[in-house]
Antibody, heavy 122, light 106 residues
C-alpha cells in the first residue's frame, strides 16, 4: 500500500544541521510532487517546501528559504529535507506528504507520513 | 505570499448540528482550495480538494463551496468522530499556505 515513513529527527543545537528522510513505497515516486509540512508544539500546520514531480521546481516558505533544501533520490524512492542554521523556532513535527495528482501541477496533500520530531535546543 | 484566514478559530457544537467553517484568501485563488482534518495526536487527512471535491472515503456529510477568495466547509450533521481541528490550504501560488485552523469541540 501507499506509505511514507519519515526519519532523521532528533535534538540538535541552534545553528547546527539535520537531514530528514522520507521513504516512499507503493506508488511511482517519480510521478508525484512531494511536500514537507511542519507543526510546532500546540500550533497549526505550516507548509515548508515542495518538490514538483519534474524534480526541478522547488519552492520554500519564507521562514526557511535559504536554510532548508528539499531534494529526492529516485533510485531510493526517498525525499529529503536538509536543514541548516537551525533555530529554536524550527522545533516541530515534520511531515512529508505526497500530492493528489500524478504528473501534473500540485493540487493537494493526499498521503501523509507519521512525522518525525525535530527539537532545536542548547 | 497568499494569506489564509479561517473563522472561527474555535467552535463548540453538538452531535447532529450543522456546522460551517469559513476560509478567506488574501487574493483570488481560483479553484485551488483544500480542506484537511486533524485529530489530536494524528496525522492530517485530506477531506476536500478543488473547493468541493470529496477525497475518496470521506463521508458525504462533508461539503465545500465558495469561489474567488471566500470558501466554506460544511458538516451537515456532526458525528462524534468529527470533533477535530480543520485547516484550509491554498495551492494556487508556488508557496502554498494553510489557514490557522478551526478547532471543533463538543
Amino acid at each position: 500500500q501507499v506509505q511514507l515513513v519519515e526519519s532523521g529527527g532528533g535534538v540538535v543545537q541552534p545553528g547546527r544541521s539535520l537531514r530528514l528522510s522520507c521513504a516512499a513505497s507503493g506508488f511511482r515516486f517519480n510521478d508525484y510532487s512531494m511536500y514537507w509540512v511542519r507543526q510546532a508544539p500546540g500550533k497549526g500546520l505550516e507548509w515548508v517546501a515542495i518538490l514538483w514531480y519534474d524534480g526541478i521546481n522547488k519552492y520554500y516558505a519564507d521562514s526557511v528559504k535559504g536554510r532548508f533544501t528539499i531534494s529526492r533520490d529516485t533510485s531510493k524512492n526517498t525525499l529529503y529535507l536538509q536543514m541548516n542554521s537551525l533555530r529554536a523556532e524550527d522545533t516541530a513535527v515534520y511531515y512529508c506528504a505526497r500530492d493528489l495528482v500524478v504528473v501534473a501541477a500540485p493540487e493537494a496533500m493526499a498521503v501523509w507520513g507519521q512525522g518525525t520530531t525535530v527539537i532545536v535546543s542548547s | 505570499d497568499i494569506q489564509m484566514t479561517q473563522s472561527p478559530s474555535s467552535l463548540s457544537a453538538s452531535v447532529g448540528d450543522r456546522v460551517t467553517i469559513t476560509c478567506r484568501a488574501s487574493q483570488s485563488i481560483s479553484r485551488f482550495l483544500n480542506w484537511y482534518q486533524q485529530k489530536p495526536g494524528k496525522t492530517p487527512k485530506l477531506l476536500i480538494y478543488a473547493i468541493s471535491d470529496l477525497q475518496t472515503g470521506v463521508p458525504s456529510r462533508f461539503s465545500g463551496s465558495g469561489s474567488g477568495t471566500d470558501f466554506t466547509l460544511t458538516i451537515s450533521s456532526l458525528q462524534p468522530e468529527d470533533f477535530a481541528t480543520y485547516y484550509c490550504q491554498q495551492s494556487y501560488s508556488s508557496l502554498h499556505t494553510f489557514g490557522q485552523g478551526t478547532k471543533l469541540e463538543i
